[in-house]
């Protein structure tokens, strides 16, 4: 399969190049040139499918013409070694819960899966080491050092902003040692993105070193998020509600969603898609308006959705002829501040005892409030509520019990190194591994 720039300014990349690349050379993001539509009878027995069994079929699909099929199914049926349940939470809600990964968010899915495909590659070809870089405000940093550990051939570098981290994320990047490095900045999480941005157009460090980026935009790790979309649609077929499914997505980067489109256009029936956001209502306001306007973002207590100009805004566009009529008809939107966040979680606490993250409750809100008659809705649950401790106890006045995974991580030693953001000091440092 070709990969093409949705800039169309850039020659079309193997599957290789783009996951190498990450950004095509027009800065425009890779889309698959073709999106193959999945066999009806595939949907008609797929309640009668495993996770993994479900995902093999859509990955074959992605990748089946570039990687050999045992290799395929090893790398699918390796990142997907949890569980992504559907929870029944009210009425016509369910919450489809992301967070049994090894880092307790969505992005563990797409982290791993990028992480073996990366390693098949570097065997394959017998490539010098390649580093990754990625800069992190949380969640990122996790799932991608999490995926990448032990991988042989790869290297990460996680930057993250000193001080800006929450104890829990920091300790799940910091304490795994092996081939994880963590960089802790002095600066913000720009800063880090800064000094991973001039990494990658200095001419010295990439003679001296190969090097890699590991963010959403990076077809290895945003199509895998696919696979979960079409076992969510078996698991309401199963529980027979899967008529008029409508699936609501916290969003920031719009990269999770996009993946979501992908499906539906391989012919997963789903009715329509409800993109929730925080403050940071780019989006929302596209839809409102036909005007897609950048802002800076704000911070909200669903942090992870704080993005002013989502990056996959561009791959939504291209999948719609980049007609507003045609997004506004697929996708309809909703917004939420702090304080209707905490709203929310707190009354679906007391009301069902389903407990959720500050970025589910965006996803949960905008169903009750947004489902028509006849219509079941699924949000996704994107992280566990305990990887936001102080704000969820918070809210519910109630003490949150922290998973043996999350506690796991808490009793590892941090080791990081202390780096400026001054990028002549990172370059020093790169080029003396
Ligand atoms: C990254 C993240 C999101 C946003 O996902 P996008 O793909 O960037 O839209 C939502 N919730 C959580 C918990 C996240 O970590």
Known sequence: MKYYSTNRQAPVATLEEAVVKGLAADKGLFMPE????????????????????????????????????ETLKQIVYDTLNFDVPLVHVKDCIYSLELFHGPTLAFKDVGGRFMARLLGYFIRKEGKRQVNVLVATSGDTGSA??????????????????????????????????????????????DDCQALVKSAF???????????????????ARFLPQA????????????????DN????????NFGNITAGLFGKKMGLPVKRFIAANNKNDIFYQYL???????????????????????????RVLDLYGASHAAISAGITGAAYTDEQIRETVKKT????????????????????????PGE??????????????????????DKVEIPAKLQAFMKGEKKSLPMTKEFADFKKYLLSL
């Open 349 to 372: 606490y007391e009301d069902t005892h389903y407990l959720l993250d500050p970025h589910g409750a965006c996803g949960y809100r905008a169903l009750e409030e947004g489902l028509q």
């Open 227 to 242: 696979f979960y979309y079409f076992y969510a649609y078996a698991q309401l077929k199963k529980a027979g509600k899967a």
């Open 288 to 314: 409102q308006t036909g005007q897609y306007s950048p802002r800076p973002s704000v911070a909200t207590i669903a942090n992870a959705m704080d993005v002013g100009d989502p990056s996959n805004f561009a």
């Open 34 to 69: 073709t999106i193959k539509p999945l066999p009806q009878e595939f949907y008609d027995t797929i309640e009668t499918l495993s996770f993994q069994e479900i995902a093999y079929r859509v990955a074959d699909a992605f990748f089946g013409e570039d990687v050999p099929a």
């Open 144 to 189: 991608v050092a999490n995926g990448f550990l032990g991988v042989e051939g790869i290297h990460v570098y996680v930057l993250y902003p000193k001080g800006k981290v929450s104890e829990i994320q920091e300790k799940q990047f910091t304490t795994l040692g092996q081939n994880i490095t963590a960089l802790e900045v002095e600066g913000t999480f």
């Open 201 to 219: 157009m200095d001419k010295d460090l990439n003679e001296h070193l190969q090097l890699t980026s590991a963010n959403s935009i990076n077809v």
């Open 376 to 397: 079941t809705g699924v949000f996704l649950e994107t992280a566990h509520p305990a990887k936001f401790l102080d704000t969820v106890e918070g809210i519910i006045g």
């Open 245 to 252: 499914a409508v699936i609501c997505v916290p969003s920031g």
